[in-house]
């Protein structure tokens, strides 16, 4: 927490949207944080439900800890944005309202930071755990870095985390801002990149030109972060506006490393290959009515006439590995009628039989 000379260590930003059914859980879980030197911003973004006197009762409860701030909705990235801009803490964790966190989270992760002679926290850091994906009908999984656990700078940092950021098909290190506990400056100063219209896969421009201006990052595979699973959510459900946020992030991460060096536009074609092929999955599966087969095709037919898929997938010079990748890909490279029928029925199968 933040006393009159001191600024907190860590400043915990949880973006809240119609969230009552989930944020007590969220909220109370930071609460119960054996590190104690936090503040917790929650960023009521326009919410329609009782999030916002849920808000405002956490902030009575537990003042010099909890700050609120209300505004007009803005979408997710604006909110965080704006929760960043209100905190004071050297280092940034950002939880989402329907998730949760390990009480040893703060813990655990803010051992692993570096510590100047003065006790204040060294620049430049990223500290990463790993996760659980949370299901309401099925047991947990774990999820995990891709990466060995360990302290990563200096050449090592270069060779095998900036260099092979992008143009993976598994990722080594997830974009996602949760799960990580990033020093504020590696945000802050890169604001300029940020586009909050972006809404689909929005972590990946947060976080890639946070990734390649670190000194220090820190591997860690304990599961701290509890993802909930959402079948309803913008990434498990057909997205009209997933194709305009895909050329919006491209267009990003083109100006992040024409800017900063270190990884080439095709890295960034490789990575937006997989990004494409997401957006292509996400038609394919629409549910929107009962021509939803007959717009699915339309279209994916569209969208693979605006793109230029020889130039993603000619960067690419690996193997696609994933079989619904290679379905997905199968389409792409000659998107006839009949193929989009054909895969959209063994994605229909596939997902009823899940």
């Not at 919006?248 to 024409?258: E, G, S, T």
Request: charged residues 30%; hydrophobic residues 40%.
């Amino acid at each position: 927490m933040e006393t009159a000379d001191k600024k907190p260590t860590v400043s915990v930003i949880i973006p809240v949207y119609n969230g009552e059914a989930t944020l007590k859980r969220a909220v109370d879980s930071v609460l119960a944080q054996t590190f104690r030197d936090f503040e917790l911003i929650l960023v009521d973004d326009g919410s329609k439900d009782r999030s916002s006197a849920m808000c405002d009762e956490y902030a009575e409860q537990n003042p010099g800890i909890v700050r609120v701030m209300h505004k007009e909705n803005g979408g997710l990235m604006r909110a965080w944005m704006d929760g960043m801009r209100m905190s004071a803490g050297s280092c940034l964790c950002f939880v989402d309202c329907d998730d949760w966190v390990d009480v040893r989270m703060l813990e655990k992760m803010s051992a692993a930071l570096a510590y100047g002679e003065d006790g204040s926290v060294l620049p430049g850091q990223m500290i990463c755990c790993s996760w659980y994906f949370e299901y309401s009908n099925k047991p947990a999984v774990a999820g995990k870095n891709n990466l060995p656990e360990g302290v990563y700078e200096g050449e090592r940092l270069e060779t095998e985390i900036k260099k092979e950021l992008m143009g993976h098909e598994t990722r080594r290190i997830p974009y996602s801002r949760c799960i990580k506990l990033i020093s504020r400056e590696l945000i802050e100063n890169n604001v300029s990149f940020l586009n909050p219209d972006i809404r689909l896969a929005e972590d990946a421009n947060t976080t890639i030109p946070a990734f390649l201006d670190a000194d220090r990052i820190v591997v860690m595979q304990d599961p701290f972060y509890h993802y909930l699973f959402v079948e309803k959510s913008m990434v498990h459900t057909y997205s009209p506006g997933a194709y305009d946020d895909y050329v919006m992030l491209k267009k990003q991460l083109l100006k992040i490393v024409r800017q900063k060096g270190i990884l080439t536009e095709t890295d960034v074609y490789r990575e937006c290959l997989f990004m494409f092929l997401y957006v292509i999955k996400n038609a394919i599966r629409r549910k929107d009515g009962p021509h939803a087969g007959k717009k699915a095709v339309e279209r994916i037919q569209t969208l693979c006439g605006k793109e230029d898929y020889n130039t993603l997938i000619s960067s690419f010079n690996g193997k696609i590995q994933d079989p619904a990748n290679r379905l997905i890909a199968f389409v792409c490279d000659k998107p006839t009628a009949f193929r989009i029928r054909l895969i959209r029925l063994i994605f229909m199968i596939y997902d009823l039989r899940r």
